[in-house]
């Protein structure tokens, strides 16, 4: 028999919206001309257009579903804006009382994987085969009792606090810019029914420097990322803050972490990163072409002989 698992996202939107006129006369007599200037402060904000609750009719084998919804973004920054979430807890957690100690109440996110996860939901599947008969149904690489976040016709990723949902340079006019969300769990039949929840907050920030490099860690254990180009090094000890690098300069980028932690992947939006999975690695960016950089972390596993 099927169980519906209906799972509950409450998003809650807040932006950082600065905004403001200075007027600068000066003193003048009957004879002299008057010089007034205006400065006009970045602004931006958001609008959310639903919430992220879906349901789930779990199989043996685990059922995937999502939840979309968009953010419109305005900005009158010149740098453009960026979106960014954050949340208390990555687990969706069950809401009520559960009568058996053996049924799963907490559905933790994703794992950190290069290139993310895909899956299609069974009316998804079913729309391709009308579409073409001989289609292939592309392999679902969610593991079971998972949930993940993609943005706009990207892979699903883990869900961490401080991940940057979007990121643009340019002002958006009076139309404003749509960002796609989805909200992606595989669930079976080992999870107890009911409603689970997370709160995931989203924010906007007008951008003032256009090149700036945000880095991102995917989890606690990350303690830092440096750049380093000839004798000059810029440190990043928080998720989420920035560091402005030079156009066209490669940078030798290391991480470092907890005790028993090494590099899981770098992830870069933009600009050119060599390699995904040394540590240090090369980064650089131009005008054309830059972007921010994730990095994730592993347990260090030692071989030992049978």
């Known amino acids: 028999m099927n169980k519906t698992k209906r799972v509950i996202l409450k998003t809650t939107a807040s932006a950082a ?7 600068c006369v000066n003193p003048v007599s009957a004879d002299q001309n008057i010089d007034v200037s205006a400065t006009l402060n970045p602004s931006a904000s958001i609008e959310l257009s639903a919430n992220g609750s879906f349901t789930v009719s779990p199989t043996g ?7 979309d ?18 949340t208390d ?4 957690k069950h809401s009520g009382e559960v009568d058996s100690e053996d049924e799963i109440t907490s559905i933790p996110t994703l794992e950190a994987r ?43 990723q883990p869900v961490f606090s401080g991940m940057i949902i979007n990121r643009t340079h340019a002002a958006t006019g009076s ?35 256009e090149y700036a490099t945000k880095v991102n860690f995917t989890d606690s254990n990350i303690s830092s ?9 810029k440190t990043v000890s928080e998720s989420g803050d920035s560091v402005d690098l030079d156009i ?16 899981g992947t770098w992830t870069a939006t933009g600009g050119t990163l060599a390699s995904s999975t040394t540590n240090p690695a090369t980064f650089s960016i131009s005008e054309n072409n830059y972007g921010d950089l994730v990095v994730s972390s592993q347990e260090i596993t030692v071989a030992t002989d049978n």
């Not at 919206?17 to 007027?23: D, L, N, P, R």
């Not at 769990?185 to 997370?198: F, M, N, R």
């Not at 990322?225 to 090094?233: A, L, R």
């Open 114 to 156: 290069e290139g993310g996860y895909n899956c299609l939901t069974y009316a998804e599947e079913a729309a391709l085969l009308k579409e073409d008969a001989d289609a292939i149904i592309p392999e679902c690489t969610f593991a079971s009792n998972r949930w993940g976040i993609a943005v706009n016709a990207g892979s699903y």
């Open 17 to 23: 919206i600065i905004a403001g006129f200075v007027y």
């Open 61 to 67: 084998n685990g059922t995937f579903n999502h939840s």
């Open 175 to 209: 139309t404003g810019d749509i960002t796609t969300v989805k909200l992606g769990a595989k669930i079976d039949i080992l999870a107890a029914s009911g409603t689970y929840e997370a709160t995931l907050n989203f924010a906007i920030v007008a951008n003032v420097t």
């Open 89 to 92: 807890n990555t687990n969706l």
């Open 248 to 263: 066209d300069t490669e940078y030798t980028v290391t991480a470092t972490f907890a005790e028993g932690y090494e590099l």
């Open 225 to 233: 990322v440096t750049f380093t180009s000839g004798n000059e090094s």
């Open 69 to 86: 919804f968009n953010i419109k973004a305005y900005t009158n920054s010149l740098a453009g804006y960026t979106i960014i979430m954050t």
